[in-house]
């Protein structure tokens, strides 16, 4: 569906977004064909970053979009618009509402808080296809935000995602030395639990760490990365916390498990992210993790050189002897055998 026959829909839901998407002015109009599938554009001119225009984002997700929709691939996707920049305010969208496009999927799910006016479905879109994810960025998508777990079966996630996230979100520097301090005694406990693992840059001030998993539901995957979490958090606890109150965690690294509720979100492998600079959570080889690592060096700017030279890291995350070798290992460790199905 082209963005101008939203006009002709004038109804929305109570607290809805989609009139911000339709009161955008709409300059350098084109289409692309892609797959058969018709993708409007417009605002191509318009700056993100300082001397990079809409275009070159959407040139970069064509470029990545082998490499990336395997991660979006039945997942639903929480929209995350900042229709003007980077550094703007932005606004999320979770209903289609019925104006998703005519190459896109929809997951209809049971809405979890009931307000007032809203129906109880949601109708998620899910993006298993480059022109469903040029679209979301011609929208105002800057970065691409999948569930953990796939429309197939949406109560269990496939990996237990821990998010080391500076409770100072410096743009500089200045508090690399926790993050890392935390990376580093997150890979020594996995190493030593030796589940298989695998992390990426957030690709703003944190780090995400992924550990695949199979047959658990949201709330078996939350109570074990807490666990994992408390661990992690012994081993540095001058640089960490796992403090949940914001004002209880000075300068600290904040290991958080929450990423691991239903229908919650992380930004997904080779995504842009809204930061002042065009900086992409970037799946990274393990002894990459170490104290000359600078996750600001990864940018649209590098990343397709640097996937020529070592390929998709984060490949072997839904390899299912992974998962199912992961699951023996948690279930030893935290005794979980007669809880896992």
């Known amino acids: 569906m082209a963005l101008q026959?939203?006009?002709?829909?004038?109804?929305?839901?109570?607290?809805?977004?989609?009139?911000?998407?339709?009161?955008?002015?709409?300059?350098?109009?084109?289409?692309?064909?892609?797959?058969?599938?018709t993708v409007e554009l417009f605002n191509v001119d318009r700056q993100i970053w300082k001397d990079i225009p809409k275009a070159r984002?959407?040139?970069?997700?064509?470029?990545?979009?082998?490499?990336?929709?395997?991660?979006?691939?039945?997942?639903?996707?929480?929209?995350?618009?900042?229709?003007?920049?980077?550094?703007?305010?932005?606004?999320?969208?979770?209903?289609?509402?019925?104006?998703?496009?005519?190459?896109?999927?929809?997951?209809?799910?049971?809405?979890?808080?009931?307000?007032?006016?809203?129906?109880?479905?949601?109708?998620?879109?899910?993006?298993?296809?480059?022109?469903?994810?040029?679209?979301?960025?011609?929208?105002?998508?800057?970065?691409?935000?999948?569930?953990?777990?796939?429309?197939?079966?949406?109560?269990?996630?496939?990996?237990?995602?821990?998010?080391?996230?500076?409770?100072?979100?410096?743009?500089?520097?200045?508090?690399?030395?926790?993050?890392?301090?935390?990376?580093?005694?997150?890979?020594?406990?996995?190493?030593?639990?030796?589940?298989k693992a695998l992390c990426k840059t957030s690709g703003k001030t944190g780090m995400h760490f992924y550990v695949p998993c199979t047959g658990v539901d949201y709330g078996q995957a939350r109570a074990l990365t807490e666990k994992i979490c408390a661990d992690i958090h012994v081993l540095v606890p001058r640089s960490s916390t796992v403090e949940n109150a914001i004002a209880h965690r000075g300068d600290l690294v904040y290991i958080d498990a929450s990423q691991n509720d239903y229908a919650d979100t992380l930004a997904a492998p080779y995504s842009v992210r809204p930061f002042h600079l065009s900086t992409v959570s970037t799946p990274l080889g393990w002894n990459e993790i170490n104290r000359r690592l600078d996750p600001f060096e990864f940018t649209i700017d590098t990343i397709p050189a640097r996937l020529k030279k070592k390929g998709d890291l984060f490949a072997c995350l839904l390899d299912k002897k992974i998962t199912t070798a992961n699951m023996k290992t948690l279930s030893k460790t935290f005794g979980l055998a007669s809880h896992i199905s």
């Open 5 to 37: 026959e939203y006009k002709r829909k004038r109804s929305f839901m109570p607290g809805s977004n989609w009139p911000k998407v339709e009161a955008q002015t709409m300059n350098q109009r084109g289409s692309i064909d892609i797959d058969g599938c």
């Open 57 to 195: 984002l959407i040139q970069y997700y064509h470029d990545v979009s082998p490499y990336i929709l395997p991660y979006l691939k039945d997942r639903p996707e929480s929209l995350y618009l900042k229709p003007i920049n980077a550094g703007a305010e932005g606004f999320y969208i979770k209903d289609m509402e019925g104006r998703q496009p005519d190459c896109a999927s929809i997951f209809t799910d049971t809405r979890r808080h009931i307000v007032q006016g809203k129906r109880s479905k949601i109708d998620y879109l899910v993006c298993n296809n480059e022109p469903t994810l040029l679209w979301m960025i011609n929208l105002g998508c800057i970065d691409i935000n999948p569930w953990n777990s796939r429309t197939t079966n949406p109560s269990r996630p496939d990996y237990l995602a821990i998010d080391l996230d500076p409770t100072i979100k410096d743009p500089t520097h200045n508090n690399l030395d926790k993050l890392l301090d935390t990376a580093l005694a997150t890979k020594q406990y996995l190493d030593k639990m030796k589940p």
